[in-house]
């Protein structure tokens, strides 16, 4: 295999990554809004609607790793995003907030689908030997489309309304579809395999040598669910709001502009020379947003947050990977999405119950500190080859 990174797949998949996530943001962001204004939903029933969307798709990655290694990489990644792109259509015709939240949850499940299939692809397209800074590229498609995303949509949807929104996004959907399927997958190349003796049973919906990780990396994405669902409302608290509409901007810059220079280096030193920075860079950030002063202190927490974070969900991927056989990867990276996604889905119930206690402050000291906690058990399963 070649050892460039950019070849012709590798840049298509990255691109089918980019407008799929950007379908799954530029949503996510005005799905409560509009239940709430359009279709009269309470506050629960908005929340369902916003939620059961990522629920459906934690469930879909349990089971999509399975699925790779008995219809291929390419053929999953195909059926996922034709399901995508058709739920996408059913929009159109929801008349209430019940049929509204079944559509998302189908949605969701079409997202787990593709996503876990578009990940392993991507590791199979990029040369074993720079495989933490080739994988470390192709998340950017991720991270640029969480910033462009809830732009797109809250400008859609304010000044042109739900419809056009859907419009737009049905034709990225579209587009992240057509780029797919002029994509040569190496191995199956999307042929029917028969499921091997590794996916019966357990083990074929389970990678349990990367189970400590996904551990770790579930409480990690726990701390991370402190920004994505409270940070809001903390800069408003803190008279902060102006300059906090820039923070997830900042942050984003700060995984795009470090991420070519970390992948070179785990790749060169190992992944555990940017790994341990990782935690202590998110840890100084959240620390540091519990106690901030001004627009810099705040603009600092977000691109500390950004490189900790964003170096961190890079690099347990590329991890899980490392510790599998190449059958094995799709099953891999499925546990470790599943379980680290199911850290975003708790944070928000289990944060928001210590907000009414102790308020934000210091729920991002606490936050912070366990990331400390997490990277010293890290540490510990590092030397006892655990990760």
């Known amino acids: 295999m070649s050892k460039a990174i950019w070849t012709r797949d590798f840049i298509l998949i990255s691109l089918t990554s980019f407008f799929m996530y950007l379908v799954f943001y530029a949503l996510m962001v005005v799905i409560a809004i509009y239940s709430l204004q359009q279709l009269q939903a309470s506050n629960a029933e908005a929340g ?21 290694e008995s219809i291929g990489k390419r ?33 969701g499940i079409a997202f787990g689908f593709c996503a876990t299939a578009i990940s392993t692809l991507a590791a199979f397209l ?19 489309a969480s910033a462009v995303g809830p732009f797109i949509g809250l400008y859609a949807y304010q000044n042109y309304g739900f419809f056009l929104l859907l419009l737009v996004s049905l034709s990225m959907a579209v587009l992240s579809l ?12 999307g042929e029917l395999r028969p499921v091997t003796q590794a996916a019966k049973g357990m083990q074929g919906y389970f990678e349990f040598k990367v189970l400590p990780l996904a551990l770790l990396s579930l409480v990690i994405y726990l701390c991370y669910s402190s920004l994505l669902s409270f940070f809001s409302a903390y800069a ?25 220079q970390v992948g070179k280096l785990a790749d060169q030193r190992g992944s555990n020379f940017v790994v341990y920075p990782s935690f202590a860079a998110f840890a100084l950030g959240l620390l540091l947003l519990s106690r901030v002063q001004s627009a810099g202190m705040l603009f600092l927490s977000a691109a500390l947050c950004g490189l900790g974070f964003g170096t961190f969900a890079a690099m347990a991927q590329v991890i899980a990977i490392q510790k599998v056989t190449k059958e094995r990867i799709g099953i891999a990276l499925s546990t470790v999405l599943s379980i680290s996604e199911l850290g975003t889905g708790i944070g928000p119930f289990l944060l928001g119950g210590l907000v009414g206690i102790c308020g934000f402050q210091w729920m991002y000291v606490l936050a912070g500190v366990i990331v400390i906690f997490c990277g010293a058990a890290y540490a510990f399963c590092s030397v006892k080859k655990y990760v």
């Open 75 to 107: 053929r999953m990644m195909l059926w996922g995003l034709l399901f995508y792109g058709l739920l996408q259509g059913f929009y159109f015709i929801t008349t209430n907030i019940y049929l509204f939240a079944a559509v998302r949850f189908f949605h």
């Open 236 to 260: 408003a608290e803190i008279h902060m709001l102006e300059a906090g509409q820039y923070f997830f901007l900042v942050y984003s810059a700060a995984i795009i502009l470090s991420r070519p």
């Open 48 to 68: 369902l609607a916003a939620g059961d969307f990522l629920l459906a798709a934690l469930i879909a990655r349990l089971f999509a790793g399975h699925c790779i």
């Open 126 to 144: 990029v040369p074993k030997e720079r495989r933490g800074e080739g994988m470390g590229y192709f998340l950017l498609s991720t991270t640029l």
């Open 178 to 189: 057509g780029m797919a399927a002029v994509i040569h997958a190496p191995a199956d190349n």
